[in-house]
């Protein structure tokens, strides 16, 4: 057993940090290992992740880290559809995105012999999921009380576990607070960190076009898994009915749709004689559907708009039937259009 009585001039113990890759949660790093603590780092991935893992390895390699990576699947997903905590400014469940991980980071604990754990938050960074009151729900959902260590906001927080026992010293915790991040980028440069993302973009959930796309879907479907993520990701979505539409923007979405539609043994959709998309079926053939889905493909490639053209019809690699259609207009389009 650790002397704790000790305090700051016993052995340190070690800390697990949730580490990103951004800047935030690089620097709460490097403020507790600048204490002499011991630390092993966990990255959380989901199916929204935009982040760029580059400077995440890069720090890990130089300060010889060691690293453990959990993704988020199902368990994560089913939380995005039906949220307890409702979402934030799109659909982001970030509170409870925030317990699942905290959850998780905690079983490591155990297993890695950590003692406490790192964050980089920021005290109102985020409105959802940054405040006080939030912070210290999700510790408490996550059975986390006074464990989890903020050092960029630390002194304008309750005092936490690894503070109370000496294994960290409070005076060298900071009290950085809201969104602006210069605080944040003139400690980089004392510190010597120029390799650093930057903080927009880093989970898709956030990003408004996206979002309603993802409402949309859950509108219809009320469920979600893997397979919908992939493609909410690729093309241009229609709705027609009960049916839904997707048509690929550029060869590498085509390529990617078509793998789809022969693996899934789904119905897809191009003009014979034009250059054009891969438009993906997804739905039942009625009300004129697949008719109307043909036209949406016409409009989407190089054939002419004003006269009727060839569009086949296959079910995975089965060809099936041949479609004689003109282009969709642009009103239609923009009614049809997720």
Request: aromatic share 4%; with cysteine.
């Amino acid at each position: 057993m650790l002397d704790h009585s000790k305090g700051y001039g016993a052995k340190k113990p070690k800390a697990l940090a949730l580490l990103s890759g951004g800047l935030d949660s690089t620097l709460a790093v490097k403020l507790v290992l600048e204490q002499g603590i011991n630390v092993e780092v966990v990255n959380f991935a989901t199916p929204f992740c935009l982040c760029d893992h580059c400077s995440l390895e890069k720090f890990v390699k130089e300060l010889d880290l060691k690293v453990h990576r959990i993704f988020l699947g199902q368990e994560f997903l089913d939380i995005v559809a039906d949220p307890p905590h409702g979402r934030g400014s799109q659909m982001n469940p970030c509170i409870d995105c925030r317990i699942l991980m905290m959850k998780k980071a905690k079983e490591l604990l155990k297993a890695t012999g950590a003692e406490f754990i790192v964050t980089g938050e920021v005290l109102n960074e985020r409105p959802f999921s940054q405040r006080k009151e939030a912070m210290l729900h999700i510790e408490k959902k996550a059975g986390l009380e006074g464990k989890i260590l903020r050092p960029l906001s630390a002194n304008l927080l309750p005092e936490t576990e690894p503070e109370r026992m000496g294994w960290v010293n409070r005076q060298k915790l900071l009290s950085i607070e809201g969104r602006r991040r210069l605080p944040q980028i003139e400690l980089a440069k004392k510190m010597d960190i120029g390799d650093y993302p930057c903080p927009s973009g880093g989970c898709l959930l956030t990003d408004p076009e996206f979002a309603q796309r993802l409402k949309e879907h859950l509108d219809h479907d009320k469920s979600l898994t893997n397979k919908d993520i992939v493609l909410l990701r690729l093309g241009r979505h229609f709705r027609l009915g009960n049916t839904k539409v997707v048509v690929g923007r550029n060869e590498e979405e085509n390529n990617k749709l078509l793998t789809i539609a022969e693996s899934r043994e789904l119905p897809y959709l191009e003009t014979v004689d034009y250059v054009g998309p891969i438009t993906l079926f997804l739905g039942k053939d009625e009300h004129g559907n697949l008719e109307k889905a043909a036209a949406i493909t016409v409009r989407y490639s190089d054939a002419p708009k004003d006269v009727p053209v060839s569009v086949s019809c296959a079910i995975g690699s089965k060809k099936l039937s041949c479609l004689n259609v003109t282009a969709v207009d642009d009103r239609e389009t923009e009614k049809l259009r997720v």
